[in-house]
């Protein structure tokens, strides 16, 4: 594991978005999850159509008239600046994509003034739907140079074909693998299944230190471990021999308890790694996550007595932000 990591230290890349991570986590701390949720949302909308405009720019060289008031009405004053803009400034970037720096900071330039606007960028472009969305605007530029279309699609239809995209087509091979397995499932079962495995591990983070506490486990905890995962207590028990009781492996045996026990459909049918794919860039199981730090930082010396509510933590785990970040 050591090596591993010192291995991954040495190299630039992983380095890149190692910082990459911590700066867009530093600046999610700063507001709700679900306002970044709904942002990042509203950010890939936007994206979307910019990709729209740039494939047909990057196939026509300039942009049609028609395709002029569309802009105008999306995006007011954008076209009237951009012609008034230096010539040099406007000769080094296209169109296109002062098309994107103009929507940055005209629709989204209060996330940049508040200072998160990285945040909502870094988790925009690991989302599915930002990913087909880059993959048809490249896989149309590709297919309308060799073949220009007698009429473009309209934005609707293209977001209509970005959705039928193959959101791995850019990715590394371990990336593709695990999110391929998201076409064994309908969209809607796979997002219950998120929301149900970010439950899952919100207990675990709530249990957590009463877990890798030598201590006998207080009762709120025992209970409510046992109402959520029926049966995890008793395996905990006759596997105290293999693990040290009180440690690191306690707690993640509970996930992977969960795991087999809770989801073993998804693991049996081959798409339970697109459900870890997904939680995995989840802001609210990411602000879950920072909110369970914060407790082990709080109660390193001493555990809290009565133990908080199950619902109480998640509830201040939902609310939690660090206005001090």
């Keep these: 594991m050591k090596k591993l990591k010192t291995q991954s230290l040495r190299n630039p890349t992983a380095q890149l978005k190692r910082a990459a991570l911590v700066r867009a986590d530093d600046e999610a701390r700063r507001i709700p999850w679900q306002r970044l949720q709904e942002t990042r949302h509203q950010y890939i909308g936007w994206q979307e159509f910019q990709l729209w405009v740039r494939s047909i720019l990057e196939v026509e060289g300039s942009i049609p008239d028609w395709l002029i008031d569309i802009v105008k009405d999306r995006c007011p004053g954008f076209l009237e600046s951009d012609k008034a803009s230096i010539p040099k400034a406007a000769n080094t970037r296209p169109l296109a994509l002062r098309l994107e720096d103009w929507i940055d900071e005209n629709i989204f330039g209060f996330a940049k003034q508040e200072g998160w606007f990285n945040a909502i960028t870094y988790y925009a472009m690991r989302d599915p739907r930002y990913q087909r969305a880059e993959v048809c605007w490249s896989e149309c530029v590709e297919s309308w140079k060799k073949v220009k279309p007698i009429r473009y699609p309209s934005f609707e239809e293209w977001t209509a074909m970005a ?59 025992a209970d409510e471990v046992e109402r959520r995962c029926p049966g995890y207590l008793d395996t905990r028990r006759t596997t105290r021999g293999k693990a040290p009781i009180g440690s690191a492996q306690d707690w993640e045996s509970l ?6 026990h809770c989801f073993s459909n998804a693991q049996q049918e081959g798409w339970f790694d697109a459900i870890l794919v997904q939680v995995r860039n989840h802001p609210r199981a990411i602000r879950t996550m920072e909110y369970a730090d914060h407790c082990d930082e709080v109660w390193s010396s001493e555990r809290p007595s009565p133990y908080p509510s199950f619902e109480d933590w998640r509830r201040e785990a939902d609310s939690y932000f660090d206005l001090d970040n």
Excluded: F, I, K
């Excluded at 087509?169 to 149900?196: G, K």
């Excluded at 996930?255 to 087999?260: I, S, T």
């Design 255 to 260: 996930m992977l308890w969960v795991g087999d």
């Design 163 to 221: 959705a039928q995209c193959d959101e791995t087509a850019h990715l590394t091979a371990a990336e593709r693998n695990a999110r391929s397995s998201a076409n064994l499932v309908h969209p809607d079962r796979l997002a219950d299944a998120v929301a149900r495995y970010m439950d899952y591990e919100a207990l675990a983070y709530w249990a957590r230190p009463a877990l890798e506490q030598r201590a006998d486990l207080p009762a709120e905890v």
